[in-house]
């Protein structure tokens, strides 16, 4: 690379002012740039190419990258789908199944809760018969149909 001293050099006149020489001969500038910048970009050329070989590569993998990613979303949908179906009636057995004892057991609780009620009506309904039988034995053997006097008693 070129010091400062011969980048200065470039604008220095061929020549000192005046009339013209016959001796002097300008400077091709066109050519010193050329010939100083020329291996320079002959560097670049290569590392552009190169740059644009890994380009293509990059490229070329991103395609692959892309239809496999492609290809694995479409299978991990179709083993979703599948695997929905067999989502759905499995959680659909377990909640028939969770039905099923709810029911049972508000069905037992149904049947104890008769059953309790069965064994109070049993255990009153002597009681109960007799205070009507009493009642309704002193209402008719009353005289004239008045009630007779007493606390009324009514069923606990």
Do not use: K, N
Not at 80 to 95: C, I, M, P, Q, Y
Not at 120 to 141: D, G, K, M, N, S
Request: no cysteine; charged share 35%; aromatic share 2%.
């Amino acid at each position: 690379m070129p010091g400062f001293r011969e980048f200065l050099a470039r604008f220095r006149p061929a020549g000192s002012p005046g009339p013209a020489v016959g001796g002097a001969v300008p400077a091709d500038r066109s050519a010193e740039l050329a010939a100083e910048l020329e291996p320079p970009l002959s560097l670049l050329d290569a590392t552009e190419a190169e740059a644009a070989a890994l380009r293509e590569a990059a490229d070329r993998e991103a395609a692959e990258r892309r239809r496999a990613a492609a290809e694995q979303a479409d299978r991990i949908v179709r083993t979703a789908r599948r695997r929905a179906a067999e989502v759905r009636s499995e959680t659909a057995a377990g909640l028939r199944a969770q039905a099923v004892t709810e029911a049972a057991h508000a069905d037992a609780a149904a049947r104890d809760a008769v059953r309790d009620l069965q064994d109070r009506a049993r255990a009153r309904t002597p009681r109960l018969a007799a205070r009507i039988v009493a009642r309704v034995t002193r209402e008719l053997t009353a005289p004239d149909g008045t009630e007779p006097t007493g606390a009324r008693q009514e069923a606990p």
